[in-house]
């Protein structure tokens, strides 16, 4: 069963259920733009709702988790880093009304696989990084989340 997070108690919900993802890592990303070439070559773009991304983590405290992110609009993924291991010691999860501009208010989500991460302050030096101060993170509309049972 999936659980929309659609408030602050939401957040904080998912946060304690999930240890804050301490001691977690990201095991596969999957986005869907919704666009496609039909056989005629004519375009579809997919719509906001269309683009989405499932993200799968597993910790050692925890049972695997499956994010579920709709209405993606940025998404950044950190792969291998020099001298740096993959875990999460502690995710960012918050609302933000302030990525569209000054005159738009829309309520996105920001996730990330740091806690110290904030979306207004973020800034990629250099396309790689080899200090590990890079984050994954999905800006979206809604985020979804369930736990995974083994079959």
Not at 11 to 39: P, Q, R, T, W
Not at 106 to 123: Q, R, S, T
Request: proline letters at 2%; charged letters at 25%; a negative charge.
């Amino acid at each position: 069963m999936w659980n929309e997070v659609k408030n602050e108690i939401d957040i904080e919900n998912l946060m304690k259920e999930y240890s804050d993802f301490h001691d977690s890592c990201i095991v596969s990303i999957n986005y869907h733009s919704g666009a496609s070439v039909n056989d005629k070559g004519a375009m579809a773009n997919g719509g906001l709702r269309e683009h989405s991304i499932e993200m799968i983590l597993h910790s050692q405290c925890n049972k695997p988790i499956e994010l579920r992110f709709t209405g993606v609009r940025k998404c950044n993924i950190v792969g291998w880093e020099d001298n740096y291991f993959c875990d999460i010691f502690g995710a960012y999860l918050n609302f933000h009304s302030d990525l569209l501009g000054k005159t738009r208010d829309d309520k996105l989500i920001v996730w990330a696989d740091w806690n110290g991460f904030n979306p207004i302050n973020y800034m990629e030096e250099k396309p790689i990084s080899t200090n590990g101060k890079y984050s994954t993170y999905v800006i979206a509309e809604k985020l979804f989340w369930r736990t995974m049972t083994e079959d």
